[in-house]
């Protein structure tokens, strides 16, 4: 069998983006991922499905799997021929136990790469607005660890060139010893007054930076309840935070949002809300299911050439549409002919993405909308396809046929209840961590409530509900619970500027 390889790969301080794109590529190809505590384990998504994954994370204090062990189970793996990904938080090489990984793998005559990665110091330093060097107070810098071998003591870093001979200090895992390494400066001639800076889960919505002195922050650390991880910036340059901090100003820093749609549709949601600095929690409280029976669908895309429009109104829709003309055999020239109207901006794009171009989107994204739409073409005597949602309000098929048209409606997905979730949004809600809950449909919201049943006014008590527009907005109400927040125009595009907004003001 052929030997497999080690990819020792630095997974960066936290924030996913950081990760390096040779990082990604190895992780893209992996057969087995060992990964650390501090790696983000949203990266173990990139890996191909059916990885296998191993968690060797270690807790302060508390070795989970030995270093031996992990030693062993990486020859293990690679001598059955796998390509090994070792994740490690931050880079592998510093205060990684890296260089004793890849001794190992050297002495078992085990191929491996190092893929560097972005250690935590600098990250936190980039942060937190920190340069680490500058050229107007210090051009030397040094990464120490503040946690030393239980065989060797703190004394044995020389403190008295630290504190003299080098600018800008990161102290890692130095929390336990911040008052020690802090007092040591100290004495050996740092003056007291020189700033300090502790980041606290660096490059992550839930980052916590506090600033002090060397007299000051090791009491100031323990009042504001700063744990590890963290790292420990000492030096003049700390004092630049206060102009070029940007991270922890963005708009929606420090909230956390409960997002309800089905994953894949909260992605890029998500992902907006991150870059204006939230922490997003996805547990959908809808999930897309086949329609019970597929036969109406196909039936219908077997006489294609009879309709006149195709009426698609969500993303959904679209996909079941084109999976079911592949079922069948067919493809978008069965289309051709066919007016094909796309309510909403991301419908046209699914379409468009199957390479055809709706030839109508209604401004307005509701049923009365595409009915106005339509209407104004007049309807009469001519035939709709309308695969849509098994729940859907009847105004739009009642109305183009009192109209004269004729429209064939068959179910092209459901919206169902996961049987996950519940438990999770429960003690989510109970400990008071989600600012808001976002809904972006009224069953989002119809399927919390019959989650959370009598408890749902005590468990949202402190929390904002945000909706995406009114047909969302009168369901919440209609149970008896406040909306706090709805833009203008139903898209998540609008929700994300309309909760920027909200953010902004003063008292929200
Ligand atoms: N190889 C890692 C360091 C591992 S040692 C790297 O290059 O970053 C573990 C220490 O790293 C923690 O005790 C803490 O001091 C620091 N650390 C790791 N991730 C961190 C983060 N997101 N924020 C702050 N400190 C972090």
């Avoid at 190092?114 to 340069?131: M, S």
């Avoid at 919390?448 to 468990?459: E, I, K, P, T």
């Amino acid at each position: 069998m052929s030997k497999g390889k080690v990819y020792l790969i630095g997974a960066g301080p936290g924030d996913p983006g950081l990760l390096t794109l040779k990082g990604r590529e190895c992780l893209e190809r992996a057969d087995v991922v060992i990964y650390d505590y501090l790696a983000n384990p949203v990266l173990l998504a990139l890996a191909p499905q059916g990885t296998e994954q191993i968690y060797v994370g270690k807790t302060r204090g508390k070795h989970s799997i030995p270093q031996d062990e992990i030693n062993q189970l990486l020859v293990d793996r690679a001598g059955q021929g796998k390509q090994v990904t070792r994740l490690k938080g931050g880079d592998p090489y510093i205060f990684g136990r890296g260089g004793e990984e890849a001794a190992f793998l050297r002495r078992h005559g085990i191929p491996f790469e190092v893929i560097p990665g972005v250690t935590a110091g600098f990250a936190a330093a980039a942060y937190a607005g920190i340069p680490l060097t500058h050229r107007d107070v210090t051009t030397s810098l040094a990464m120490l660890t503040g946690h030393e071998r239980p065989d060797r003591s703190l004394s044995s870093l020389d403190w008295d060139k630290l504190a003299n001979g080098i600018g800008t200090l990161i102290f890692y895992m130095g929390m336990t010893n911040l008052k020690l390494i802090c007092s040591e400066l100290i004495r050996h001639g740092r003056p007291a007054e020189t700033p300090v800076a502790v980041v606290q889960w660096a490059t992550l919505p839930r980052q916590r930076t506090l600033v002090g002195t060397l007299e000051t922050i090791s009491e100031a650390v323990v009042k504001n309840g700063i744990e590890p991880p963290a790292v420990i910036i000492i030096g003049e340059v700390v004092r630049y935070r206060e102009e070029l901090r940007w991270y922890d100003n963005l708009p929606l820093f420090g909230r956390c949002f409960l997002l309800t749609r089905p994953r894949e549709q909260a992605d890029s949601f998500a992902r907006q809300l991150q870059q204006q600095g939230a922490e997003t929690i996805c547990i959908p409280t809808i999930e897309i299911a086949p329609p019970e029976d597929w036969q109406p669908l196909d039936n219908a895309l077997q006489q294609l050439d009879t309709f006149d429009s195709l009426i698609l109104t969500s993303a959904n829709g679209v996909d079941s549409l084109f999976t079911r003309l592949s079922v069948q055999q067919l493809d978008v020239r069965s289309l051709a002919g066919i007016q094909i109207v796309a309510v909403g901006s991301k419908t046209a794009q699914a379409i468009e993405q199957h390479g055809v171009r709706p030839d109508l989107i209604p401004q307005d994204f509701r049923a009365e909308g595409i009915l106005e739409a339509l209407l104004a073409q007049g309807v009469d005597g001519k035939r709709f396809l309308y695969p849509r949602a098994e729940v859907v309000r009847p105004l739009l098929m009642e109305s183009i046929s009192a109209a004269g048209g004729t429209v064939i409606a068959p179910v092209a997905y459901r919206t169902i209840r996961p049987a996950k979730g519940e438990e999770m949004i429960r003690h989510l809600l109970g400990s008071k961590e989600i600012d808001a809950i976002c809904f972006s449909s009224s069953s989002t919201f119809d399927n919390l409530q019959a989650m959370l049943g009598d408890d749902l006014h005590s468990l949202l008590a402190d929390t904002k509900l945000f909706s995406i527009g009114p047909l969302t907005s009168a369901t919440i109400r209609k149970h008896g619970c406040d909306v706090a927040l709805e833009p203008e125009t139903s898209t998540l595009d609008d929700l994300v500027t309309a909760m920027v907004g909200y953010y902004l003001k003063p008292n929200n």
